[in-house]
């Protein structure tokens, strides 16, 4: 039986290997097999430990799930409301719940440690690779010939009048939006990597167990870990209310949408050498000038 507490350390060696394969390869092609494959990695190893866990004699230390708090940058930072928005993403296709401050400087993670791990290195990498795709959009210049609609308020004989209007798109507005946009198409792909890798497992447990009495352990495993993880948030968290993202304050520029949408798609693994340097404080450089 596989140990629960060997799997996380081999895992993200393994992991942090194809994240280096992913970024020294021009090939967008084989750039995005690389990150299925970094996805792929993390659920089955996810899928081991939770088996693992429900083979766990009384005598042994059985993993439990833990709070992480995980930081996403300093108070006052332009942006940090579209990184949440990454960080909940690659979250949610790796069976981890988050709580947001209020100010979005920090996640709250709940989750088995070896799933935030992976969050952490996945969120880490592709982090550096949307702030430096969205900067390249921005210095183009694209965003300038675009328009929105927006919410404009006039004087109007001595009272204001709400009414709409295309109004030009600004550069930190461009710059959310392709941020949102890219947060959106990692999660879809990543989510839909992790639902291919469960099925394949159960339909493997299924045909294992197909003519004898035995349950398909790796059914019953996730079944386990999903209570045990709802069971754990539901007594831990103290959120008082859902983070609705960062849709709420930001206007919809389609061009910019669009632009984030295709650098989603063709995102490669940027730097991430160490990936247990990833539960520090996980803030990229890049600029906001629009």
Known sequence: ????????????????????????????????????????????????????????????????????????????????????????????????????????????????????????????SLLVQMVRASDLYIKSGAYRSATMEKIVVAQRG?????????????????????????ADRVGRRLAAVKADTEAQARAEADGAARGTNAFPSVAVALRDKEIELRDFYARASQARGTWRGPQASTGYAAASRAAGDRAGRAARIATSPELHSARGQLEPKGSWAG
């Not at 280096?20 to 299925?36: G, I, Q």
């Not at 993670?109 to 791990?117: E, L, M, R, V």
């Open 1 to 124: 039986m596989t140990s629960p507490n060997a799997v996380p350390d081999r895992m993200l060696t393994r992991i942090g290997g194809l994240l280096r394969k992913a970024e020294s390869t021009d090939n967008e092609h084989e750039a995005d097999a690389f990150l299925a494959a970094a996805q792929r990695l993390a659920t089955k190893s996810s899928i081991d430990l939770a088996v693992a866990r429900a083979h766990i004699s009384g005598r042994e230390r059985k993993p439990t799930p833990v709070q992480r708090v995980i930081t996403i940058g300093e108070p006052g930072k332009r942006g940090l409301r579209t990184y949440v928005h990454l960080f909940v993403a690659i979250a949610s296709a790796n069976d981890v719940h988050c709580d947001v401050a209020r100010t979005s400087t920090q996640v709250y993670a709940y989750g088995f440690p070896a799933d935030i791990d992976a969050c952490a290195a996945l969120y880490a």
């Open 158 to 182: 001595g009272r204001r009048v709400r009414h709409r209007a295309r109004v030009p798109v600004a550069g930190v507005t461009a710059r959310l939006n392709f941020h949102m946009a890219f």
